[in-house]
């Protein structure tokens, strides 16, 4: 039984990438792979997002964004980090400017490595997104019949289930 009320859309931001994760993730989008098929849509707005997508490393700018980004998402929300430099810092994880991997910065929920990530592993991580979205929702669903239930008729809105 679904919760989720519509297709998750997912947000992709590239953290100092050197591309080659992106146009992996990009491939995933294509006819090969056809990750709509999971009902996927690939979205520029973080407040339609449900899935956070994250390639490349980080630095003190691109902390700024992810945070932002990540801030700006609507809960329940999940975060993948694709490629070798978004899970350690990759290649760059010993240069001055990088704190590391993303989870340096937001929490991570599922991790997709490789340099770049095949296609194949970027669509299995987005399909264990979907499981954690899943559950995450079901569980939204029931802290709100538990609000309900002690308050009678009035509803009270959540802040931070």
Request: proline residues 6%; contains cysteine; hydrophobic residues 40%.
């Given at each position: 039984?679904?919760?989720?009320?519509?297709?998750?859309?997912?947000?992709?931001?590239?953290?100092?990438?050197?591309?080659?994760?992106?146009?992996?993730?990009?491939?995933?989008?294509?006819?090969?792979?056809?990750?709509?098929?999971?009902?996927?849509?690939?979205?520029?707005?973080?407040?339609?997002?449900?899935?956070?997508?994250?390639t490349g490393s980080v630095n003190e700018?691109?902390?700024?964004?992810?945070?932002?980004?990540?801030?700006?998402?609507?809960?329940?929300?999940?975060?993948?980090?694709?490629?070798?430099?978004?899970?350690?810092?990759?290649?760059?994880?010993?240069?001055?400017?990088?704190?590391?991997?993303?989870?340096?910065?937001?929490?991570?929920?599922?991790?997709?490595?490789?340099?770049?990530?095949?296609?194949?592993?970027?669509?299995?991580?987005?399909?264990?997104?979907?499981?954690?979205?899943?559950?995450?929702?079901?569980?939204r669903k029931r802290q709100r019949k538990?609000?309900?239930?002690?308050?009678?008729?009035?509803?009270?809105?959540?802040?931070?289930?």
């Open positions: 039984m679904s919760f989720l009320k519509k297709s998750p859309w997912v947000l992709h931001y590239a953290a100092t990438s050197c591309n080659g994760c992106d146009i992996e993730l990009l491939a995933c989008l294509t006819p090969t792979y056809d990750v709509e098929r999971f009902g996927i849509v690939n979205t520029g707005n973080p407040k339609h997002a449900d899935i956070f997508l994250v700018e691109s902390r700024k964004v992810v945070e932002n980004l990540y801030a700006q998402m609507p809960d329940p929300k999940v975060v993948v980090a694709i490629g070798a430099c978004a899970l350690s810092g990759g290649i760059f994880r010993d240069a001055y400017n990088v704190y590391g991997g993303i989870d340096q910065v937001i929490p991570v929920d599922v991790y997709v490595p490789g340099c770049a990530a095949r296609p194949e592993s970027i669509i299995d991580g987005i399909v264990q997104a979907l499981d954690i979205l899943e559950q995450r929702a079901r569980e538990v609000v309900r239930r002690d308050h009678g008729d009035f509803e009270q809105q959540m802040v931070n289930p």
